[in-house]
Nanobody, 116 residues
Framework: QVQLVESGGGLVQAGGSLRLSCAAS????????MNWFRQAPGKEREFVAR????????SYADSVKGRFTISRDTFKKTAALQMTSLKPEDTAVYYC?????????WGQGTQVTVSS
């Protein structure tokens, strides 16, 4: 089992920055990647960013490319999402996800609100 806890959400003005953190506990054996998703009110949950847990390239949704940066620290068992140039349309609950072969683990989410 993997437990995930997100932090760092909040209210920010358009153009501002926030850094989300995801702390993992439990066995990280065979974890393939750490990911961030988001869900805005009335919309489906959507992919934001992905980083392989051990090595490999990151990937981003087109809507955040060039503004968001995903990172991870395998020693500390954490992942982070640095968000810059935030827009009102980035407002959503952001979820951390750990992908393991045959399993997915989710955090409880953290609210990000961007005011115009």
């Amino acid at each position: 089992q993997v437990q995930l806890v997100e932090s760092g959400g909040g209210l920010v003005q358009a153009g501002g920055s926030l850094r989300l953190s995801c702390a993992a506990s439990g066995r990280m054996t065979n974890v393939i990647s750490m990911n961030w998703f988001r869900q805005a009110p009335g919309k489906e949950r959507e992919f934001v960013a992905r980083i392989p847990w051990t090595s490999g390239s990151t990937s981003y949704a087109d809507s955040v490319k060039g503004r968001f940066t995903i990172s991870r620290d395998t020693f500390k068992k954490t992942a982070a999402l640095q968000m810059t140039s935030l827009k009102p349309e980035d407002t959503a609950v952001y979820y951390c996800n750990a992908e393991r072969s045959g399993s997915d683990y989710w955090g409880q989410g953290t609210q990000v609100t961007v005011s115009s």
